[in-house]
């Protein structure tokens, strides 16, 4: 019986181990972030390789892909309302994504650090 219980909490560990490990390398899904993206407007303001009023996808993720903390800072900017500074000086509350499904905005902003 000991010997029993041993064995499955060694298949436990390894079947958490499999899940945890797979869940963190979801692949993006850049077609769904591209959807999402469009339906919030993100590209009247952003390229993915042309600066428009804000920086171009590329060039955040370049910014951002070598910061461990990159992936948090993109979610709080993108549901906080931070500053936001125009080309043209002003400063307005950069828009805040509208989603109920906190797994679509974090697809979106794989997808941007994936670029
Ligand atoms: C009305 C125009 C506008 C819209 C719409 C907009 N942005 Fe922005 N965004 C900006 C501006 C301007 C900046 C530059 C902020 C700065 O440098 O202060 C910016 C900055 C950013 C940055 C870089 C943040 C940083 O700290 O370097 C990212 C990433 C970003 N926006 C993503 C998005 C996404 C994703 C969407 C759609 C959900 C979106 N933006 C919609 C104007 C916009």
Redesign the pocket.
């Known amino acids: 019986m000991k010997h029993l219980y041993s064995l499955s909490l060694k298949t436990f560990s390894a079947m958490t181990l499999a899940v945890c490990c797979f869940s963190a390398q979801a692949e993006v899904d850049a077609d769904a972030a591209k959807d999402f993206?469009k339906q919030?407007?993100?590209f009247?303001?952003?390229g993915v390789d042309k600066d428009k009023?804000?920086?171009s996808?590329t060039k955040?993720a370049a910014?951002?892909k070598a910061d461990p903390k990159g992936e948090e800072?993109?979610l709080k900017?993108?549901s906080s309302g931070e500053?936001?500074?125009?080309p043209d000086g002003h400063e307005e509350p950069?828009?805040i994504?509208k989603s109920d499904d906190p797994k679509e905005v974090k697809n979106?902003v794989d997808w941007?650090l994936s670029l």
């Open positions: 993206a919030n407007n993100c009247r303001c952003h009023d804000g920086p996808f955040s910014k951002f800072k993109l900017h993108l500053k936001a500074k125009f950069h828009m994504v979106l941007i």
